[in-house]
Structures are given as structure tokens and as C-alpha cells.
T-cell receptor, first 115, second 109 residues
């Protein structure tokens, strides 16, 4: 069974640009979550989608958005990039959502560098 | 949200046991997890424990949970150089996980 696939693996952008990251969950998984990982802040929750609906959002500005498609694939978008958005963006999928035993399976991430 | 604290660094010799500790402030988490991250990779789920359990063993891994003290630990028996990585504990909070900052484990020959 293929794991969680994130594309692209690396991205270099400049301030003010926007970026779209893509995530394909494990087949059959309907919940997709996004996390931002930085050396200073660690892993921070961005948002979670289930059946194309955003069910929870972390404490990030509105420049960070996402969506989920009917095939459970998800994209996240960051507009008006800032230097502080440089991070590893991790996508995770899970089979059940909101049931408590959330076993999240993570992709390898997209490393975003903002210059 | 939930604050999760971990020590930042641990060094052990190959063949010894490693114990990675974690404390959390919010007792509403029903599940607590341990993830492993190797350089350049995402997070790999190692094991998890339900909050009404005290202990869970899975091959070389033993998880201990002291709910009264809000303390979670991960013991790795017979630690190998391939176990060198960053280990994260996390607790569920709604649809999200709250992660600690991670413990960097270095296994020396």
C-alpha cells in the first residue's frame, strides 16, 4: 500500500509569492491533516479535512488555506509568503477521524524556503 | 491546547536501554503517541497508548503512562545505531495532535 505522498519535495520562493502544496493520502484514508514544522516552534497543527470539509484549524493567519477533493487528496496554499513561512510542511492521513485513536501516517513533507 | 514537554537530547551506548520522557499538562487526551523522525523524513508512528492503560509493550518498545503525574515514557530496549533519530510524544486534542518539541536520541557504538 502506498504511503502518504507529498509534492513537491522542495520549494524555493520569494517573499510575496504564493505557493500550493499537494498531498495524496493513503488509499482509503479520508482524513488529511497538515502540520508546519520549524526548529523554533516544533510541530504546529494547521488544519484537518474530512470528506472535503475543514473540521479544525490551528492558530495560523488567513494566508494559510487548504482544501480537500472528493478523492481525499488535499492541497494547502500559502499566499503573500513571508520569511517566517520557511518550514517543513507535513501532511498526514488517517483512516478514522475524531474517534480518538487517530493514528496519523505522515508523508515526507515539503521543505519550503522563502527568500 | 495542550503543552507537551520533552527533554531535548539523550545519548546512549549501543545495546543499552534508552528512556525518553514526556510530560503533558492537559489530561483530556484519550490517546498518547510516540513518533520517530529520521533526517529528511516525515514522522513514523512507533506506538500509542490509551489513557486508561498504564503500560504497553511492543517488541523492543515499552510505553509507561502515569496519568496522575501526567508523565509518559518510551523505553527502547537494546538500542541500536539505527534508533538514532528525533522522538516526539503527542496527545490527541480534538482532530489534532499536540506534539512536544522532540528528543534527539544519539546512539554511539
Amino acid at each position: 500500500k502506498a504511503g502518504v505522498t507529498q509534492t513537491p519535495r522542495y520549494l524555493i520562493k520569494t517573499r510575496g509569492q504564493q505557493v500550493t502544496l499537494s498531498c495524496s493520502p493513503i488509499s482509503g484514508h479520508r482524513s488529511v491533516s497538515w502540520y508546519q514544522q520549524t526548529p523554533g516552534q516544533g510541530l504546529q497543527f494547521l488544519f484537518e479535512y474530512f470528506s472535503e470539509t475543514q473540521r479544525n484549524k490551528g492558530n495560523f493567519p488567513g494566508r494559510f488555506s487548504g482544501r480537500q477533493f472528493s478523492n481525499s487528496r488535499s492541497e494547502m496554499n500559502v499566499s503573500t509568503l513571508e520569511l517566517g513561512d520557511s518550514a517543513l510542511y507535513l501532511c498526514a492521513s488517517s483512516l478514522l477521524s475524531g474517534q480518538g485513536d487517530e493514528k496519523l501516517f505522515f508523508g515526507s513533507g515539503t521543505q519550503l524556503s522563502v527568500l | 491546547g495542550e503543552d507537551v514537554e520533552q527533554s531535548l537530547f539523550l545519548s546512549v551506548r549501543e545495546g543499552d536501554s534508552s528512556v525518553i520522557n514526556c510530560t503533558y499538562t492537559d489530561s483530556s487526551s484519550t490517546y498518547l503517541y510516540w513518533y520517530k523522525q529520521e533526517p529528511g523524513a516525515g514522522l513514523q508512528l512507533l506506538t500509542y497508548i490509551f489513557s486508561n492503560m498504564d503500560m504497553k509493550q511492543d517488541q523492543r518498545l515499552t510505553v509507561l503512562l502515569n496519568k496522575k503525574d501526567k508523565h509518559l515514557s518510551l523505553r527502547i530496549a537494546d538500542t541500536q545505531t539505527g534508533d538514532s533519530a528525533i522522538y516526539f510524544c503527542a496527545g490527541n486534542s480534538g482532530y489534532a495532535l499536540n506534539f512536544g518539541k522532540g528528543t534527539s536520541l544519539l546512539v554511539t557504538p
